[in-house]
């Protein structure tokens, strides 16, 4: 099956930094999507974004297909954005990477 | 307010034991799932349904079993089978819109044997 590669597994940020999360993928997909993680264990979509640039807020996404990959850029960070970020792609059901870890302290 | 809804969101279970987890959303779905997450671990497909009355095993179905009998129910059995149930359960709905589906997750499950 496909495989998701997230980069890097664990980061810690002081808040107001900014950060880039990496998403590889091993075959031609026909959708992405970037989840958030809370500490409840809640998932909120932040994006669809099978290819191109999106922004929503201080987040940013882009998936270049052609290359199988997709980067989440999170700017000037707040407590709040801790938690686990997860890519998942498409083909006939979501496949999901591993996440990255994300722990923003004050 | 629209959403999915699984319940217990705790739950302890003795060996041995089969349980069911509910899942219910009124998004007016097709498509519903459940995930299994270990962990540090990323989400792992169980069974997924897209249309009533019909589903397909995931990457991990052995000792789980599913039901759709109607469009807003998914409910998952743990069975005796599964020999390590002990997991964080989510379920989730999606919609075709235009280009593709965008999943949403209910609060999921936590299961624990005893």
């Known amino acids: 099956g496909i495989q998701v590669e997230q980069s890097p597994p664990d980061l810690i940020l002081q808040e107001g930094a900014n950060s880039t999360l990496r998403c590889n993928f091993s075959d031609s997909v026909n959708n992405l999507q970037w989840f958030h993680q809370n500490p409840w264990g809640q998932l909120i979509n932040l994006f669809y974004i099978p290819s191109g640039t999106k922004q929503n807020g201080r987040l940013s996404a882009t998936t270049v297909a052609t290359e199988r990959y997709s980067l989440l850029y999170i700017s000037s960070s707040q407590t709040t954005d801790s938690g686990v970020y997860f890519c998942?792609?498409?083909?006939?059901?979501?496949?999901f990477g591993k996440g990255t870890m994300l722990l923003v302290s004050p | 307010d629209g959403g999915i809804t699984q319940s217990p969101k705790y739950l302890f279970r003795k060996e041995g034991q089969n349980v069911t987890l509910s899942c219910e959303q009124n998004l007016n779905h097709d498509a519903m799932y459940w995930y299994r997450q270990d962990p540090g671990q990323g989400l792992r497909l169980i069974y997924y349904s897209q249309i009533v009355n019909d589903f397909q095993k995931g990457d991990i179905a052995e000792g789980y079993s599913v039901s759709r009998e109607k469009k807003e129910s998914f409910p998952l059995t743990v069975t005796s089978a599964q020999k390590n149930p002990t997991a964080f359960y989510l379920c989730a709905s999606s919609s075709f819109k235009g280009g593709g589906n965008t999943i949403y997750f209910g609060e999921g499950s936590w299961l624990t044997v005893v």
């Open positions: 998942a792609v498409e083909r006939s059901t979501l496949t």
